[in-house]
């Protein structure tokens, strides 16, 4: 029956043609998006996580409260103990104590007197005793000019920053805060190179200094703002962060203690489980948007080629052949046509979404004016997920473009067929 | 005839709110001749009650007017020798760690003075409330067993950095005993409390302030003066940028 149906269609030029090309078009955009998306999706949890997030994160409940203003006064104290028993409990993460500040970055002239002035976001990481900590940041890819630092009392700075306020390496900066107590603290920095992260929120402004100049610069001494955890296979693992951050909490947090430490899930933090969901959706939505205007625009190439096939269709009526059963043929003569375009979509999408992801494309452009946590360097990522959804909507679209389309055949009078087919 | 009553009757309607102004901005004018001296010198301890921890730190004062200020802090060890310098509309921080004089300015102004539910901005105020405020008596009220009138003050400017205060003043001693002070949108930022009122170079002056932010968790800062001097000789080289890294 099928090769029958095959035999017919690839008789007829005009049955698939145009059919293969426009679902063929349609996957291959729907595979490139969706591994488009997904490729945005983990460049923002990868990036998320390894600047904001971690995998997981502990701080203390108080902090949790205004987890986005980084209240560091509010930190975590005497951590190491603590630290030390979570690594035991937990040997699948690797820790990280790291301290988000903000301070007045301020330069001073000759005189030392102020000369310009102005408001940095800081990161404090562990960069002499930690191998991982200045790779997460990706420090070394981020350099401009300079070096990283090598000693105690040494910072990077946002080359954006540093061309604004004239600083050049070498220059002695002063950083004023306040210390984890509420008091004034002032301390000198030697900028010793300049980064540049490619992430519009950090580039505006930036310092990263070493863990333990600003715990002496904050009054932190064995405190840490924050402690992220990362899965040592380095991939985000949903299911084991819930069941990990549901074992932290129930051993360690007492929600009558706001100082004592609760553990959040990537997820958890901010609004990033409601961008992670938003992705998702925009993935759900966009396939379902490609399902119907491919079966729009499927329906009416139905439509037309029920005009152009109405007389064979009339003769195969007219010869005892039931509308069911005409009916059924179309839509098989759909289905072979979906899956060949679908294929063919699938082949094609899933070229253009290896060669973006060998090569990557270049989003340096938009992340100027992002808040948005994301490389610079998009990869494309293709799985088994983007070429199913991509591969059904097509085979669907066909089918119900089809269907809709040979709805026509049961319109047709039995009676009057004989007449029609006489004119 | 008729007009002239039509006249009478205006200008004894109009009589108990003229009245009731001036009333107002007389008592204004009674708290700032109370409150701003010439020149001051106080010994004073600032108590942070955060939502971690207190902390006490010790200063040694000086003023001249509202335009000029100047204080060392003396306790604890971490805070010892920091200094702070208002000069009119600027104002300098230093810091002995770095030996760095900073200016506050911009954004930082509004930022918390060494942790405490003060804000640099706070510092600031020039004027006397008169200048900055319009007046109106909103009634009377015991407050901490003092009577008092309820003011109701409305910054006659957009510089001023509380849009509305409501201030009990003691009406024997002309004296704030409490205030609220409020944004343009209405919202409640700071309160502050004044208490153990002593008679001070012929001034009635409060030696104990709590100040509370409104929009913070901590539990308010206490502000004690355990001297003062008013209205004394300051030599003019205290206020001056020297002072600071001497």
């Known amino acids: ?423 | 005839m008729k007009r002239y009553m039509v006249y009478i009757l205006i200008l004894i309607l109009s009589v108990p709110l003229w009245a009731e102004k001036a009333t107002a901005e007389e008592i204004l004018k009674a708290v700032d001749k109370n409150m701003i001296s010439t020149t001051s010198k106080a010994r004073s301890r600032m108590i942070v009650h955060s939502r971690r921890a207190s902390r006490t730190m010790e200063a040694i004062s000086y003023s001249r007017g509202n335009s000029k200020f100047y204080s060392e802090y003396l306790a604890p060890p971490r805070e010892k020798g920091t200094k702070m310098l208002k000069l009119e509309d600027d104002l300098w921080i230093y810091d002995p760690g770095t030996d760095r004089s900073i200016q506050i300015s911009g954004n930082m102004l509004k930022q918390s003075v060494m942790g405490s539910d003060l804000s640099y901005e706070d510092m600031m105020e020039e004027s006397t409330l008169l200048e900055d405020y319009s007046a109106t008596l909103k009634g009377e009220i015991n407050y901490d067993k003092r009577p008092c009138w309820i003011l109701e003050l409305i910054a006659r400017r957009d510089k001023v950095t509380y849009y509305k205060r409501m201030a009990y003043i003691d009406k024997e001693r002309k004296a704030p005993l409490y205030e609220e002070w409020y944004a343009k949108s209405g919202k409640l930022l700071k309160t502050v409390k004044y208490w153990d009122v002593q008679r001070v170079g012929g001034r009635w002056y409060p030696m104990a302030f709590e100040f509370k932010d409104a929009l913070k968790k901590g539990k308010g800062t206490q502000y004690f003066i355990d001297e003062i001097e008013l209205d004394i000789a300051i030599p003019d080289h205290i206020f001056s940028k020297a002072m600071l890294r001497k």
């Not at chain 1, 017919?8 to 063929?24: E, K, N, Q, S, Y």
């Not at chain 1, 000019?145 to 390496?169: F, T, V």
């Open chain 1, 1 to 423: 029956m099928f090769s029958f149906i095959i035999k017919g269609i690839m008789r007829d030029r005009h049955r698939w043609l145009f059919p293969i090309l426009i679902v063929m078009s349609a996957v291959s955009i729907l595979v490139f998006g969706f591994s488009f998306l997904e490729g945005y999706k983990q460049s923002y949890i990868r990036q998320t996580a390894r600047f904001n997030t971690g995998h997981l994160k502990v701080v203390s409940r108080a902090y949790a409260e205004m987890l986005d203003l980084k209240p560091y006064d509010l930190a975590l104290l005497d951590v190491s103990e603590e630290l030390e028993e979570y690594r035991l409990r937990y040997p699948q993460l690797e820790w990280a104590e790291r301290i988000n500040f903000g301070a007045l970055l301020d330069v001073p002239d000759a005189e030392g007197n102020t000369r310009v002035q102005g408001e940095v976001v800081g990161f404090a990481i562990d960069l002499f005793n930690s191998e991982k900590e200045a790779g997460r940041l990706q420090l070394a890819q981020a350099l401009r000019n300079g070096e990283l630092p090598q000693r105690s009392g040494e910072l990077l700075l946002s080359s954006l920053a540093a061309d604004k306020m004239q600083i050049a390496i070498g220059d002695t900066i002063t950083l004023m805060g306040s210390t984890v107590f509420g008091a004034m603290s002032m301390q000198n920095f030697r900028v010793c190179g300049t980064v540049e992260f490619g992430i519009g929120s950090l580039d505006q402004g930036a310092v990263v200094a070493d863990l333990n100049d600003i715990r002496q610069f904050l009054d932190m001494q064995d405190a840490a703002g924050e402690i992220l955890a990362f899965f040592k296979s380095g991939e985000y693992e949903r299911k084991e962060a819930r069941l990990i951050s549901t074992d932290f909490n129930a051993n360690y947090s007492d929600a009558a203690d706001e100082f004592s430490p609760l553990m959040l899930r990537l997820q958890d933090q901010g609004n990033i489980g409601y961008i992670l969901n938003m992705l998702d959706a925009s993935l759900f939505w966009m396939s379902a948007g490609f399902i119907l205007i491919l079966a729009i625009v499927l329906w009416n190439s139905g439509l037309l080629n029920g005009i152009r096939r109405y007389g064979e269709f009339g003769v195969r009526l007219a010869v005892g052949e039931s509308k069911r059963h005409i009916y059924l043929a179309v839509l098989a003569e759909a289905l072979i046509i979906g899956i060949a375009g679908s294929c063919l979509g699938v082949l094609i999408g899933s070229g253009i979404s290896l060669y973006f992801n060998n090569t990557g494309m270049d989003m340096t452009v938009y992340n100027r004016s992002s808040s948005m946590l994301s490389e610079n360097i998009l990869y494309t990522s293709l799985n088994a997920y983007s070429i199913i959804v991509s591969f059904i909507p097509g085979v669907l679209s066909t089918l119900l473009g089809a269907a809709l389309a040979g709805t026509a055949i049961f319109k047709r009078d039995t009676s009057q067929l004989f007449k029609e087919l006489e004119t």
